[in-house]
């Protein structure tokens, strides 16, 4: 059965500090998908990105980069230098055989990201 | 475009009274669920299809009905309403294959109280 953990549920640092989120799936599959979303105070739910199983390059977007490692099922996320609007609930999820058909889509509990000014 | 359009955004019930969640998407997603959020527990898959015609029970689908008629709606469906079924629900949509695979696009949510 596909799982995923976010084990940190609440952080908070000061500005300009960098921060990572931790991720870890569980899946038995080969071929699937992981993502980040982000939920503001304001409550929606924000696509950040989307990785394939395939492909363990890092990515870096501005100040987001992400570290995918099959070896250790981990799929985290680090801001850096953040930023008070960096505030915000951020949730990993995983999709399975997501290449052929649609499947369900799975979340993490989600950790709680506090910057202080 | 609306993209995934959720009602009522707010809503009070009775334990027992019965009432239905609707969404609809108007992106020819095939691809729709229900989620709901509480506390410390994230977002947890109630109900999804794959297509008109086709659903499937996600992690926490007691209590709940889901049916898919149309590529467009997805209503869930709450049979007698229980204080434990309090909570935000959001319906998301993907589509399957191309280069937007599996990402969802989200409703704005419904939050739900049960009295």
């Known amino acids: 059965a596909q799982k995923v953990t976010q084990a940190q549920t609440e952080i908070s640092v000061v500005e300009k500090e960098d921060v990572t989120l931790d991720c870890v799936y569980e899946t038995r599959d080969t071929t699937y998908y992981l993502f980040w979303y982000k939920q503001p105070p304001s409550g929606e739910l924000v696509f950040l990105i989307r990785?394939?199983?395939?492909?363990?390059q890092n990515e870096i977007s501005g100040r987001y980069s992400w570290n995918f490692q099959k070896s250790t099922s981990s799929f985290n996320f680090t801001i850096t230098a953040s930023q008070v609007v960096d505030s915000a609930v951020y949730f990993c999820?995983?999709?399975?055989?997501?290449?052929?058909?649609?499947?369900?889509?799975?979340f993490g509990s989600g950790t709680r990201l506090s910057i202080r000014p | 475009n609306a993209g995934v359009t959720q009602t009522p955004k707010f809503q009070v019930l009775k334990t027992g009274q019965s009432m239905t969640l609707q969404c609809a998407q108007d992106?020819?997603?095939?691809?729709m669920s229900w989620y709901r959020q509480d506390p410390g527990m994230g977002l947890r898959l109630i109900h999804y299809s794959v297509g008109a015609g086709i659903t499937d029970q996600g992690e926490v689908p007691n209590g709940y009905n889901v049916s898919r008629s149309t590529t467009e709606d997805f209503p869930l469906r709450l049979l007698s309403a229980a204080p434990s079924q309090t909570s935000v629900y959001f319906c998301?949509?993907?589509?399957?294959?191309?280069?937007?695979?599996?990402?969802?696009?989200f409703g704005a949510g419904s939050r739900l109280t049960v009295l």
């Open positions: 998301a949509s993907s589509p399957p294959l191309g280069s937007g695979a599996n990402v969802l696009t």
């Open positions: 999820a995983l999709s399975e055989r997501g290449y052929s058909s649609a499947s369900k889509i799975i």
């Open positions: 992106m020819n997603h095939e691809y």
């Open positions: 990785r394939n199983s395939f492909d363990e």
